[in-house]
């Protein structure tokens, strides 16, 4: 399974020896590290409990687009819902098959934030869609590798279902191709000051969430970036035009 399962600043070691042992008992040995503050660690070895192998081949990266390069679908974890920010939100049961249809074709990941905080506002900017583990509401304190430990085991109770339907004709374009062409709209945005009359200052980030949403395969951003080439071409030809 082309599943990336990536930890995002992770503070305590324990948590990611535990996170290997989580995995590994279900079959997935794809781990990336973003910015850890300890490893390797004795403690994290110790949790792992024999999955130290997968440890020795986890992928420790700086940043998180390093981590999400060429993802095609990227799913971030959250422990409150966030509705006012217009993600698909699936449960780990309801988001399992979608994974691995999507792993079909390319590398997909699995997003956890940081222990006390989450994955920042940011982050999730980043993501095509949310998980939200439905707990007790009178306490929802899921330890890291305990939402681990739910997603792997849907994962690996999805991957003995019937086979899901076919796959693309053309593959989702991968994470950095949409940050390339987010980064394109706000150049275009700015170029023909286009700005957010709701206010906010939130405009390109609300794009960013509906390109997201949209799943574009990579035909469909090569033409989203050529009509940004052409709207920027037309504002340097003719820059008295009103946006």
Avoid at 21 to 27: D, L, S
Avoid at 51 to 57: F, P, Q, S, V, Y
Avoid at 98 to 123: I, Y
Avoid at 188 to 193: G, I, K, Q, R, W
Wanted: proline share 7%; hydrophobic share 45%.
């Amino acid at each position: 399974m082309q599943i990336r399962f990536i930890l995002v600043a992770p503070r305590h070691p324990g948590n990611i020896g535990s996170t290997a042992r989580a995995m590994k008992t279900m079959g997935l040995d794809d781990l990336w590290l973003v910015s850890p503050a300890q490893f390797p660690h004795p403690e994290a070895t110790a949790l792992a409990s024999g999955a130290d192998d997968l440890l020795g081949r986890a992928r420790v990266v700086g940043t998180l687009a390093e981590a999400l390069e060429g993802c095609r679908w990227v799913v971030g974890t959250s422990a409150r819902l966030r509705t006012a920010f217009y993600w698909p939100v699936f449960t780990p049961r309801e988001v399992a098959p979608r994974l691995l249809q999507a792993a079909v074709d390319g590398p997909v990941a699995v997003v956890f934030g940081t222990e006390r905080t989450g994955l920042t506002n940011e982050e999730f900017e980043r993501c095509n869609a949310l998980i939200h583990i439905p707990a007790n509401p009178a306490y929802e304190s899921l330890n890291l590798s305990q939402a681990v430990q739910i997603l792997a085991y849907e994962l690996r109770v999805a991957r003995d279902l019937p086979a899901p339907e076919a796959r693309r004709l053309v593959p989702l374009a991968p994470a950095e191709e949409l940050e390339r062409l987010n980064t394109h709209l706000g150049q275009v945005l700015a170029a023909v000051e286009f700005t957010d009359r709701a206010g906010g200052g939130h405009l390109e980030r609300r794009f960013a969430r509906v390109f997201g949403r949209a799943e574009l395969d990579q035909h469909e951003v090569n033409m989203f970036r050529g009509l940004l080439a052409a709207v920027m071409a037309k504002a340097r030809r003719d820059p008295e035009t009103p946006a």
